[in-house]
């Protein structure tokens, strides 16, 4: 039996006066649930696995979309549902070719676009204003729901084109921007990161033209991200991973082979799991040699299945790890 306190006496009190009243209950909104039940109600809806193996599509595609809509739809039924539900509609931050954005869908749900033609400049602008609408939400208009952002997820596409994703709780923020207005919709996400004090998780996929390289390389270093945990990365990821000192994690994007040199990640000495696969030409015996000295906390590697062909005294250092996988 709980404790008698004077709060829920005060709350027992006020119960047994309104039942006396004879008045209804509870009139003006939905009988109140323990948050635990909410949480399990929001966990229905399916979220984008970070790090993302493959790219949905399809029927399970149709899945992530209806997610965002499915809790917008709570937080509009009743004040009691708004405060509960707000939190989980801003876990994911999406913005990607083929999302149901608020004025419609985004490319019209087709991947391939000219994006130097009239149309594509125009579907450019599309993407950049809802990418800032929904950082303007929870930076601006509610900087309170910053704190439930924890994920963020990029992939950067062919002529400037990216798609991102930031997740919060379990929240994604996933966005493509287009070349219009590259580098300003850039340096304001890169801003808006900073501001999020509980984010862990970061994917970033980049194949923006050669050009970009040097502006994405000065954008991220204005910025350090000691909160962030994982970093899921094609090997053109490097350009961020400079500003998360404290990664412990580092995964591919959709299991792709990762180019990156293996030298790269031996100053992260907060590093754990190095779950890029690297192929045997990023691989040299000198890193494999270093990997137990310069990365003292690392217990789980992975490598290209190629890799195998350097043969087993050349892979022999990475045997000195708890547990590895090829």
């Not at 008045?23 to 809806?45: K, M, R, T």
């Not at 790090?51 to 399970?60: D, Q, Y």
């Not at 087709?110 to 950082?135: I, M, N």
């Amino acid at each position: 039996m709980a404790p008698r306190t004077r709060s829920n006496r005060v709350e027992k009190l006020a119960l047994q006066q309104l039942l006396a009243s004879g008045q209804p209950i509870n009139i003006h909104g939905l009988p109140a649930l323990p948050d635990e039940l909410y949480l399990e109600i929001a966990s229905q809806f399916p979220a984008m696995p970070v790090p993302t193996l493959r790219i949905p599509k399809g029927s399970e595609a149709e899945e992530y979309h209806d997610r965002y809509f499915t809790l917008l739809s709570l937080t509009q039924t009743c004040q009691a549902l708004r405060r509960v539900f707000l939190r989980y509609l801003w876990q994911r931050i999406e913005v990607y070719d083929g999302m149901k954005a608020v004025e419609g869908t985004l490319g019209g749900g087709q991947r391939h676009h000219d994006w130097r033609s009239v149309r594509g400049q125009a579907l450019g602008k599309a993407y950049a204003q809802e990418l800032v609408r929904q950082l303007e939400v929870v930076t601006i208009r509610d900087p309170s729901l910053a704190v439930y952002v924890k994920c963020v997820e990029m992939c950067f596409l062919v002529s400037g084109a990216i798609e991102l994703t930031v997740r919060g709780l379990d929240s994604i923020l996933n966005v493509t921007v287009l070349e219009h207005s590259f580098e300003s919709v850039m340096e304001e996400l890169a801003r808006c990161i900073s501001l999020f004090p509980n984010l862990h998780t970061v994917q970033l996929h980049i194949k923006a033209p050669y050009k970009c390289r040097s502006f994405m390389s000065n954008v991220f270093k204005q910025y350090t991200y000691p909160q962030i945990r994982i970093v899921s990365v094609n090997w053109l990821g490097s350009l961020f991973m400079d500003s998360c000192p404290r990664m412990v994690r580092l995964y591919p994007y959709t299991d792709s082979c990762w180019f990156g040199c293996l030298d790269l990640v031996l100053k992260y000495s907060h590093l754990e799991v190095l779950g890029a696969p690297l192929s045997k030409n990023s691989i040299s015996k000198y890193s494999l040699d270093s990997l137990p000295l310069y990365l003292p906390n690392l217990r789980d590697v992975t490598l290209d299945r190629v890799a195998l062909r350097l043969g087993f005294v050349s892979l022999k250092p990475a045997h000195l790890l708890a547990v590895h996988h090829f």
